[in-house]
């Protein structure tokens, strides 16, 4: 009875072509806001693992996997404050972000970890999977998108560095030399 939208790797691994190949160190789930102290109660009393708790994140262990609940959308931008907004119901309380939507929050959190920690080549073949999976893509409607949230530049650069290793099929607009390049290779 708690609504919930799962995102990033447990949503993105159907539009791989083979979806074991979308590998995934955990699954995510954001919550409202309102019934997070409710979930944490509700895991306890299911006798859930619980390996951390904070006022914005739960990390559980079931069967193994990792799951962190979060109590917010967990990215760089406030364009996502009301993710459930953003989303449309899949079925009962389980949501699920709008196709453009979703690219672009998997872009806003790509951003977070390139700004504190890095990040993986998973993360950017995720980009390439989903522009892949949405039929005559619009680049001008994610790039206003970009802008909205205060992302376009960056938007733009990881556009091009999937133009560039993935062939992904966007206009690259961004100029990535070799010292941006080393850059990435490093983070």
Aim: hydrophobic letters at 40%; glycine letters at 4%.
């Amino acid at each position: 009875g708690i609504d919930h939208i799962f995102v990033k790797g447990v949503e993105i691994k159907s539009y791989y072509p083979v979806p074991e190949l979308r590998t995934s160190g955990d699954i995510d789930v954001i919550l409202r806001r309102d019934k997070f102290e409710s979930a944490y109660k509700l895991l306890k009393e299911s006798n859930i693992i619980i390996t951390d708790y904070s006022t914005n994140v739960i990390t559980a262990k079931v069967d193994d996997i990792e799951i962190e609940f979060h109590s917010n959308a967990d990215v760089i931008t406030d364009y996502f404050d009301d993710i459930f907004n953003l989303s449309f119901v899949k079925y009962e309380h389980t949501y699920s972000l709008k196709e453009y939507e979703h690219l672009l929050y998997i872009i806003c959190h790509l951003c977070k970890h390139l700004a504190y920690r890095g990040a993986g080549i998973r993360m950017l073949m995720d980009i390439d999977v989903l522009v892949r999976s949405i039929p005559d893509f619009d680049l001008k409607r994610l790039m206003l998108m970009a802008e909205k949230a205060g992302i376009k530049q960056c938007t733009s650069v990881l556009l091009s560095l999937c133009k560039k290793w993935f062939n992904t099929p966007v206009e690259s607009s961004a100029q990535i030399n070799d010292k941006l390049m080393d850059c990435f290779d490093r983070v």
